[in-house]
C-alpha cells in the first residue's frame, strides 16, 4: 500500500514538472512565432495599395518614405528619385472634395474609376485605395510592398503603429527609455539600498532591525499602481517645480518611482550577504587591530559582493519589466529621449498601453509581441548574469 | 617577568557565571596551555586578553586583567591598539578571500601603514616566520583559499604576526588539521616563543605536554591548578587534574 502510495507521489510530481514546463515552453513558443509574424507583414496596410500616374517612375518606398508622403513632410517626388514634381496625396477620405455623391454612385459603385481617372489625370498624386476599389483595366502604376525588415524594427528610429498608410515599427526609442529608466533607477537605488543595507546588517541594534526589516519586505508587497499613483500625485508636481518643467511626467519620475520599488529587493539581498558573511573572518579582521568600520568595508563588503551584485542585477530585472507604475509617470511619448527629464516611454509600458487597441494578428499586434520578445531576451540576459555570479560566489567559496 | 595577570576574573554570558574567581600569571615569552573538558572556560578565558568577547552581547566581565602593568578593560583603553599588540589565531583557519599576500598585509594596511616597501618586507619576514615562505613565494597573488588547510592556518599565523604582537593567543590552532600539519604548527609554535608570548588552547594533553611551559587546568569555570608543564603531567596536586590528564573523564 506504502509502495503504491510512494509512486503515486512520484508520478504526480514528474507530470506536475512536466506540465509546467511544458506551458513555459508554450507561452515562450506563442510569443516568438507571433512576434516573428510582423516581418512577414506587408509595409502598406493590408488590402490597400498605393497607387501612381502611369507616368512617375517611382516604384519603391520605404515606409518613413511613404508616411513622410502622407504627412507632406515631403513635397516633391524628386526628393523620392522621381521628376521634379509636386506630391499630391489622395486618401480615400479626400474622394468628396474631387467628386460629387452622384458622381461616386449610392453604394460608391464608381468610386475605382472616378480615382483611377483623377490619377491618371493628375501626373503628381500618390492615391491610398483599397485595391478591391481599382478596375482591372487601370492604366497606374503601382508602389512595389515588401515585408517589414527587421532593421526598420529594431533600428528605425520612430514608433506610429498606427499611421496610415503604413505604420512605423522603428524599436529603437521604446529600448532606449527602458534601458534609460532602468540605468537611473539603478544608480538612484544603488546607494540608498546599499547604504540601508550596511545600515541594517552593521550599525542597527537588533531591536530597529526587527521593526526596519519587516517594513522594508513590505514595501514589495505594494501594487504597483499604488506606486504610480504616489509618483503620479507627488514626484511628478515635485520635479516640475524644481526643474522647472513644461510637464512633470518624465524619465526622472519613472526612475524614481521604479528606486523606491527596486529598493526592498536590493537591500534584502545586500543585507543577507552581509550578514551571512563568516564571524570568523569578521573575528579574524578585528583581532588584527581593524576598526568596525574597516572590518566592514575590507572584509565583508568584499566577500559578500557577489551576492550584493545578484541583488543588483536582480533589482535591475525588476526595473526593466515594471509596467504599471512607470506607464503612470512617465508620461509614454516614443520618442529617442535626450535628457531623463523630458517624457520617455518604456517597453512594457508600450505593451501595456497598446494591446488593447491592435486589432488581433495585424502587424501593430505583432510588433508588440515583438516588443515582448525583446523584453524576454533582456530579463533573459539578466537572469544569466545572476546565475553566472551566484555561481561563480559558490565556487569561491568552496 | 608576568605579562599578563588576571585578578579574581568572573565572566557571565547573562546569567551564566562562565568563569568563577580565576587569578593567574603569565611570564613573558612562554608557552602557556590552557587544557580542560569542552565547555569549561578555557576559550572564553583566553578571548579576555584581546577583548574577543566585546562582541558577544549580554556579557559581563568582573575583576582586573593587566597587560603589562595596564588594565586592558579600564574605560579609555583603544581595543585595535589593544588588539594590536595581542594577536589571535583561531580554531578553524580564516584566511580572508583575498590574495595570499593581501592576507597577510591586510594587519599593516588596517593599522595606517601604506610603505609599499616596508609592507611587502614584512609579508615576507612573517611568511617565513611561519615556514610558508617557500611554499608560497611564487603565487603570493593567488586566493589564500588555493592553500591547504594547514597552509592556511599557518598563513593565519603569518597573518598575526605581521602586525608584530608581544602576545599570541591560539585557540586550539591544529584541532581542524591532519598529524602532518598539526606537527607544523607546533615546530611553529616552539620558533616563535623565542619572539611572543604564547597562550594556547587545546584539547590534546600529548600537543600541551609537547609545546608549553606552564599549563593551567580548567574545569567548570574554575582554574583547578597551574604549574609548570611537567609538574601538572607528572605530579598533579589536584585529583581532578590527575583524572583528566590520566583520561578518566573528559
Redesign the interface.
Known sequence: MRKLVEKGVKWLLTLSGFVTSLVILLIIGFLFTEGAGLFRKKIIEEGYVLALNKENPVRTMTAEQIKAVFDEDVTSWKDLGGPDLAITTFRLEDVEKYFTEEELGAQYEYAGEKIAALVDANPGMVAFVPESMIPENAELNFIEDSNISPKDVFVGAEWFPTATPSSLFGMWPLLAGTLWVSFFAILFALPFGLSIAIYMAEIAPSKVRDVFKPLIELLNGIPSVVYGFFGLTIIVPLLQQVFGLPVGESGLAGSIVLAIMALPTIVTVAEDAMRNCPRSLREASLALGASKWQTVSKVVIPSSMSSIASGIVLGIGRAVGETMAVLMVTGNAAVIPHSILEPLRTIPATIAAELGEAPAGGAHYQALFMLGVILFFITFFINLCVEYISSRNKAKNR | MKEIEARDVNFYYGDFHALKGISMDIPEKQVVAFIGPSGCGKSTFLRLF?R?ND?IPGSRLQGQILINGKDIYAPGVQV?????NV??V?Q?P?????SIFDNVA??L???GINDKKYISERVEESLRGAALWDEVKDKLND?A?ALSGGQQQRL?IA??MA?SPSILLMDEPASALDPISTAKVEELISELRKQVTIIIVTHNMQQAARVSDKTAFFYMGEMVEYDDTKVIFTNPRKEATQNYITGRFG
Open positions: 584581546n574577543m562582541l585595535d591598539e589593544l588588539r594590536k594577536g589571535m583561531f578553524r580564516n584566511p580572508f578571500p583575498k591586510y594587519g594596511r588596517v593599522n586566493s583559499y593565519c597573518r598575526a602586525v
